[in-house]
T-cell receptor, first 119, second 112 residues
Framework: GAVVSQHPSWVICKSGTSVKIECRSL??????MFWYRQFPKQSLMLMATSNEGSKATYEQGVEKDKFLINHASLTLSTLTVTSAHPEDSSFYIC???????????????FGPGTRLTVL | ELKVEQNPLFLSMQEGKNYTIYCNYS?????LYWYRQDPGKSLESLFV?????AVKQEGRLMASLDTKARLSTLHITAAVHDLSATYFCAGQYPGTASKLTFGTGTRLQVTL
């Protein structure tokens, strides 16, 4: 149980185009989904937290208009990189959680990641 | 704000040797996670530590949590080449909507 998928697994696009990445929880309802970005040989950097049916909460320094996040259902969240540029090239990882739980927090389950290369 | 520090950043060790990775965190963290990441891959969950004194073992890896010292350790026993990967610890505490704060990661290289 607790499987999270991402699509596509890799994408190459031209500078100026937009790219959409999907994150799905396959066997559970994900009240909360998270989007991370990882540069080579670095740790994961949280970009935003999204709750189903609500606007995403972005971390400081992350451009909301650049990285559009939609969490339309309990099993799907999407990240759209708008007007992508080479500096947006990175490994994007999503995770999903069943929500805060009775203890106030819950485990995150990670997707396999999407490698974005912007030419 | 929770801050998590890991050391060492890089660890090269010979097969058969033992070593420990340390994870210090700055404020109360009620849950501590350990993950493994292979090159080009996402995170694989290794351990979830829930309470003070928790110890979990899986194969050659053993993780422990000392909430009073705000320290978690990942001990590697008799390392084998297959354990080569990057290991991350991450802390989590209530009131943050399940947000994780990751350590810097430890890149482990096990040589023959």
């Amino acid at each position: 149980g607790a499987v999270v998928s991402q699509h596509p697994s890799w994408v190459i696009c031209k500078s100026g185009t937009s790219v959409k990445i999907e994150c799905r929880s396959l066997d559970f309802q994900a009240t909360t989904m998270f989007w991370y970005r990882q540069f080579p040989k670095q740790s994961l950097m949280l970009m935003a937290t999204s709750n189903e049916g609500s606007k995403a909460t972005y971390e400081q320094g992350v451009e909301k208009d650049k990285f559009l996040i939609n969490h339309a259902s309990l099993t799907l969240s999407t990240l759209t990189v708008t007007s992508a540029h080479p500096e947006d090239s990175s490994f994007y990882i999503c995770s999903a959680s069943r929500g805060a739980g009775f203890l106030g927090f819950n485990e995150q389950f990670f997707g396999p990641g999407t490698r974005l290369t912007v030419l | 704000e929770l801050k998590v520090e890991q050391n060492p950043l890089f660890l090269s060790m010979q097969e058969g040797k033992n070593y420990t990775i340390y994870c210090n965190y700055s404020t109360t963290s009620d849950r501590l996670y350990w993950y493994r990441q292979d090159p080009g891959k996402s995170l694989e969950s290794l351990f979830v530590l829930l309470s003070n004194g928790a110890v979990k073992q899986e194969g050659r890896l053993m993780a422990s949590l000392d909430t009073k010292a705000r320290l978690s350790t990942l001990h590697i026993t008799a390392a084998v080449h297959d354990l080569s990967a990057t290991y991350f610890c991450a802390g989590q505490y209530p009131g943050t909507a399940s947000k994780l704060t990751f350590g810097t990661g430890t890149r482990l290289q096990v040589t023959l």
